[in-house]
């Protein structure tokens, strides 16, 4: 990814002035910034406010967005914003935000501003990358910090947060991209997967290259260690990354990569990084930053699905065996320990796979939600699921459970049929919602919306399968796993859609969608 703009780096001073209901904010910017004449216009500063969104999140807004002014070596900058009637007496969050097109490249600390208060100045910038071209999109994977797209010819496009290099674009100084940037060096990827702060892609020859953070060892090399420092850094991971792609050792025959598993030629599955419940299926427990190792008496899966702590699998005569974390019973397996099972904090789990009850003609499986939630496709078009039911996930008209689990959600430590479904293809889970693309193109979601997770124009939640507003001939769809309130489909043509809360690509930089919107140049 080509450098643009300025070649030294530029500090930025802000004041904000409060009178009456009137912000002004001021400031400067040089010497340097704005580099050559043909990309000053492409500069920008922005003021954002942060807003609550329902009882559970909040997100920053943008309220004004004004031009660098060019003034011999400096560029000035003047933003102004009157408050609604009844905030006077109010104290609320501010920020300011350095843009180049849609590259987020200085954010300042939140600043609480009271009517007639006065704010120090931000911090040093850095220069922005060249974005780069895209074609259709073949799959789409979304992360906890924004979302992938598998392009068609095998390069791969993010979007999102850039904290400890999960954009993959070999450059940590970048917080943040609004549009797509290309991943460095990767031209023949076949399958991605984007995960917590970092991704992994499933190249031509069967090897596979993550990026991202180290965190217990995600990159697969046996350490929490990558090879860079990222400034950017502030989830406590001493600023260790990998703004790049890297090959995970030993995988040379990979087929599909999930979560921190890569599923191979020959039917077996892998697993690296976190072990702390029996998440690697290899009979341990309370491990961390282990490299490659196979799963136990997995030699004829033909799909895998991760999330944080549980991992699942297709074997060949479509049952489901998985193992891991079972405290919302997302095992399947009734609740309880597996064989043999003893995990930390008395976490019940299953340090090797145990089959899933009752499922006989699965084709395809699906984990997610930070309390664990497991679904799976029939080769008959319906979908069973059982786990975590707080939300509505199950699909079963509820969110009440049918049995008892240990973290005290409701719950169902076995398989119940989601109501009303009898033509889905392929099913996937988000941290409140869960989704389906049917046969007829159509995508069907359920379960929490207070984000706009259903993608059906309303922040009200449903028990049972309701259509995503507009979407007619979907392919994919992608809720992300263990932490998503955002969820993208692949068109037929190799457009995407994006709806919910997250980094959805649209253009628009207000984060959050009730309805499908277009991600900008893919399709």
Same mark, same amino acid.
């Given at each position: 990814?080509?450098?643009?703009?300025?070649?030294?780096?530029?500090?930025?001073?802000?004041?904000?002035?409060?009178?009456?209901?009137?912000?002004?904010?001021?400031?400067?910017?040089?010497?340097?910034?704005?580099?050559?004449?043909?990309?000053?216009?492409?500069?920008?500063? +922005?003021?954002?406010?942060?807003?609550?969104?329902?009882?559970?999140?909040?997100?920053?807004?943008?309220?004004?967005?004004?031009?660098?002014?060019?003034?011999?070596?400096?560029?000035?900058?003047?933003?102004?914003?009157?408050? *609604?009637?009844?905030?006077?007496?109010?104290?609320?969050?501010?920020?300011?935000?350095?843009?180049?097109?849609?590259?987020?490249?200085?954010?300042?600390?939140?600043?609480?501003?009271?009517?007639?208060?006065?704010?120090?100045?931000?911090?040093?910038?850095?220069?922005? +990358?060249?974005?780069?071209?895209?074609?259709?999109?073949?799959? +789409?994977?979304?992360?906890?910090?924004?979302?992938?797209?598998?392009?068609?010819?095998?390069?791969?496009?993010?979007?999102?947060?850039?904290?400890?290099?999960?954009?993959?674009?070999?450059?940590?100084?970048?917080?943040?991209?609004?549009?797509?940037?290309?991943?460095?060096?990767?031209?023949?990827?076949?399958?991605?997967?984007?995960?917590?702060?970092?991704?992994?892609?499933?190249?031509?020859?069967?090897?596979?290259?993550?990026?991202?953070?180290?965190?217990?060892?995600?990159?697969?090399?046996?350490?929490?260690?990558?090879?860079?420092?990222?400034?950017?850094?502030?989830?406590?991971?001493?600023?260790?990354?990998?703004?790049?792609?890297?090959?995970? *050792?030993?995988?040379?025959?990979?087929?599909?990569?999930?979560?921190?598993?890569?599923?191979?030629?020959?039917?077996?599955?892998?697993?690296?990084?976190?072990?702390?419940?029996?998440?690697?299926?290899?009979?341990?427990?309370?491990?961390?930053?282990?490299?490659?190792? *196979?799963?136990?008496?997995?030699?004829?899966?033909?799909?895998?699905?991760?999330?944080?702590?549980?991992?699942?699998?297709?074997?060949?005569?479509?049952?489901?065996?998985?193992?891991?974390?079972?405290?919302?019973?997302?095992?399947?397996?009734?609740?309880?320990?597996?064989?043999?099972?003893?995990?930390?904090?008395?976490?019940?789990?299953?340090?090797?796979?145990?089959?899933?009850?009752?499922?006989?003609?699965?084709?395809?499986?699906?984990?997610?939600?930070?309390?664990?939630?497991?679904?799976?496709?029939?080769?008959?078009?319906?979908?069973?699921?059982?786990?975590?039911?707080?939300?509505?996930?199950?699909?079963?008209?509820?969110?009440?459970?049918?049995?008892?689990?240990?973290?005290?959600?409701?719950?169902? *430590?076995?398989?119940?049929?989601?109501?009303?479904?009898?033509?889905?293809?392929?099913?996937?889970?988000?941290?409140?919602?869960?989704?389906?693309?049917?046969?007829?193109?159509?995508?069907?979601?359920?379960?929490?919306?207070?984000?706009?997770?259903?993608?059906?124009?309303?922040?009200?939640?449903?028990?049972?399968?309701?259509?995503?507003?507009?979407?007619?001939?979907?392919?994919?769809?992608?809720?992300?796993?263990?932490?998503?309130?955002?969820?993208?489909?692949?068109?037929?043509?190799?457009?995407?859609?994006?709806?919910?809360?997250?980094?959805?690509?649209?253009?628009?930089?207000?984060?959050?969608?009730?309805?499908?919107?277009?991600?900008?140049?893919?399709?």
């Amino acid at each position: 990814v080509a450098a643009a703009a300025a070649s030294s780096q530029p500090s930025l001073r802000a004041r904000y002035v409060a009178a009456g209901r009137r912000v002004t904010v001021t400031g400067t910017v040089g010497p340097g910034a704005v580099g050559a004449a043909g990309a000053r216009s492409r500069w920008a500063v +922005v003021l954002q406010q942060r807003k609550a969104v329902g009882a559970r999140h909040s997100r920053w807004v943008t309220l004004v967005r004004g031009r660098l002014k060019t003034r011999g070596k400096s560029s000035t900058f003047q933003l102004t914003w009157t408050a *609604p009637a009844g905030t006077s007496a109010k104290k609320i969050a501010l920020r300011v935000e350095l843009l180049y097109g849609a590259l987020v490249l200085h954010r300042s600390t939140s600043h609480d501003l009271i009517i007639g208060s006065q704010q120090k100045p931000s911090p040093k910038l850095k220069p922005p +990358v060249a974005l780069t071209s895209v074609g259709p999109a073949t799959q +789409v994977s979304v992360g906890s910090e924004g979302a992938c797209a598998l392009i068609a010819g095998g390069a791969v496009d993010c979007w999102g947060g850039n904290y400890l290099g999960a954009l993959g674009i070999g450059n940590a100084t970048i917080l943040e991209s609004r549009t797509r940037v290309q991943v460095s060096g990767v031209t023949n990827a076949t399958q991605i997967n984007a995960g917590l702060e970092g991704a992994c892609a499933v190249l031509s020859g069967g090897s596979v290259d993550c990026w991202g953070t180290p965190f217990s060892g995600a990159l697969g090399n046996g350490t929490n260690v990558g090879p860079e420092t990222c400034p950017a850094a502030f989830r406590n991971y001493g600023g260790s990354c990998s703004t790049k792609p890297l090959p995970v *050792p030993g995988i040379s025959a990979a087929t599909e990569v999930s979560g921190n598993c890569a599923l191979l030629a020959s039917g077996s599955v892998e697993c690296w990084g976190s072990n702390l419940v029996g998440n690697h299926g290899d009979g341990s427990s309370g491990r961390y930053n282990v490299p490659p190792t *196979p799963v136990v008496g997995i030699n004829d899966a033909t799909q895998i699905a991760a999330n944080l702590f549980d991992t699942c699998a297709v074997l060949k005569g479509g049952t489901v065996d998985c193992w891991g974390n079972n405290a919302s019973g997302q095992l399947g397996n009734g609740g309880g320990n597996g064989p043999g099972s003893s995990c930390e904090n008395q976490v019940p789990c299953s340090v090797i796979p145990v089959a899933v009850s009752g499922i006989t003609n699965a084709i395809q499986v699906a984990t997610g939600g930070q309390l664990g939630t497991t679904c799976a496709v029939l080769a008959s078009g319906a979908v069973d699921c059982w786990g975590a039911n707080a939300w509505g996930q199950l699909g079963i008209g509820s969110n009440t459970g049918t049995g008892s689990c240990p973290n005290t959600v409701p719950c169902s *430590p076995t398989p119940l049929q989601v109501s009303g479904l009898t033509n889905a293809k392929q099913v996937s889970i988000g941290d409140m919602q869960t989704c389906a693309v049917l046969t007829s193109g159509g995508i069907d979601c359920w379960g929490g919306n207070e984000l706009g997770e259903l993608g059906n124009g309303t922040n009200t939640s449903s028990y049972v399968p309701t259509p995503v507003t507009g979407i007619a001939t979907a392919t994919q769809v992608d809720s992300g796993a263990g932490e998503g309130d955002m969820s993208c489909a692949v068109l037929g043509g190799g457009a995407i859609r994006c709806w919910g809360s997250g980094m959805l690509d649209d253009g628009s930089g207000s984060g959050m969608s009730l309805t499908p919107v277009g991600v900008l140049g893919i399709g």
